[in-house]
């Protein structure tokens, strides 16, 4: 069956972030994601380019990772600004439970702090951080929710926002699905392809953001979406 690329799917929910789906399954899911991430994600090069850059040698500066799944671009963060001998605290959320019980679980440094919260919760304590990040959270959420989110971000943030996602396209769509054929016995092979379909396109993205948001192409099939806040 042909696959239209001119819309977002957003009637089919991706298998993990169902309730019931098989928890085992999913843990071998947020295991593989680390592989999955190192390889499509390109948050190596976001850190050297975009976060980096704005970290003050002997200040511990703060980072929320929104959406974190499994945790490891949230640990990766943190040990790329050990290695450049900088201070990043982060602080790494997710709604769902059984991924911040996985997270907490894996071998993790004192400068990385997992918590089952949502972006709402921490608004309401009134914390602020200087860099907010997400990967491939956008694509899962409704209207509603990318709206209550990026008005979160703005409320959270005193520096940049950072949300990285992938690209709607059928050739992306080609390319993975092969690919998601590397990892058995998890949900990537069912929700991967999925993922890309409930992806935005840029163009989609430009419109949908704020004033003061903007949107811009990384490599292969990606974009960031980006906020840099005007309050200290």
Same mark, same amino acid.
């Given at each position: 069956?042909?696959?239209?690329?001119?819309?977002?799917?957003?009637?089919?929910?991706?298998?993990?972030?169902?309730?019931?789906?098989?928890?085992?399954?999913?843990?071998? *899911? @947020? &295991?593989?994601?680390?592989?999955?991430? +190192?390889? /499509?994600?390109?948050?190596?090069?976001?850190?050297?380019?975009? #976060? !980096?850059?704005?970290?003050?040698?002997?200040?511990?500066?703060?980072?929320?990772?929104?959406?974190?799944?499994?945790?490891?671009?949230?640990?990766?963060?943190?040990?790329?600004?050990?290695?450049?001998?900088?201070?990043?605290?982060?602080?790494?959320?997710?709604?769902?439970?059984?991924?911040? *019980? @996985? &997270?907490?679980?894996?071998?993790?440094? +004192?400068? /990385?702090?997992?918590?089952?919260?949502?972006?709402?919760?921490? #608004? !309401?304590?009134?914390?602020?951080?200087?860099?907010?990040?997400?990967?491939?959270?956008?694509?899962?959420?409704?209207?509603?929710?990318?709206?209550?989110?990026?008005?979160?971000?703005?409320?959270?943030?005193?520096?940049?926002?950072?949300?990285?996602?992938?690209?709607?396209?059928?050739?992306?769509?080609?390319?993975?699905?092969?690919?998601?054929? +590397?990892?058995?016995?998890?949900?990537?092979?069912?929700?991967?392809?999925?993922?890309?379909?409930?992806?935005?396109?840029?163009?989609?993205?430009?419109?949908?953001?704020?004033?003061?948001?903007?949107?811009?192409?990384?490599?292969?099939?990606?974009?960031?979406?980006?906020?840099?806040?005007?309050?200290?």
């Amino acid at each position: 069956m042909a696959v239209d690329f001119s819309r977002r799917e957003v009637s089919a929910r991706e298998r993990m972030d169902e309730p019931d789906c098989d928890l085992s399954t999913l843990r071998r *899911t @947020y &295991a593989r994601f680390e592989l999955l991430n +190192a390889l /499509v994600s390109g948050w190596r090069r976001v850190y050297r380019t975009a #976060v !980096r850059p704005a970290l003050i040698p002997g200040r511990t500066m703060t980072l929320l990772d929104i959406g974190c799944g499994g945790g490891d671009v949230a640990r990766h963060l943190a040990a790329w600004a050990r290695r450049d001998g900088l201070r990043l605290q982060v602080t790494a959320i997710d709604a769902d439970a059984r991924a911040i *019980t @996985y &997270a907490a679980a894996q071998p993790t440094s +004192a400068d /990385v702090t997992f918590r089952a919260a949502l972006s709402g919760d921490l #608004v !309401r304590e009134g914390q602020r951080f200087d860099f907010v990040t997400s990967n491939h959270l956008l694509h899962h959420l409704t209207g509603e929710e990318f709206t209550a989110l990026l008005r979160d971000c703005e409320q959270l943030c005193r520096g940049r926002v950072l949300h990285s996602d992938l690209t709607r396209s059928a050739l992306a769509y080609r390319l993975f699905t092969p690919l998601s054929l +590397a990892f058995p016995g998890t949900f990537i092979r069912e929700d991967g392809p999925l993922s890309i379909r409930r992806s935005f396109t840029r163009a989609e993205l430009a419109a949908l953001a704020p004033p003061g948001w903007q949107v811009q192409p990384l490599f292969p099939f990606r974009h960031l979406l980006t906020y840099q806040s005007v309050h200290a």
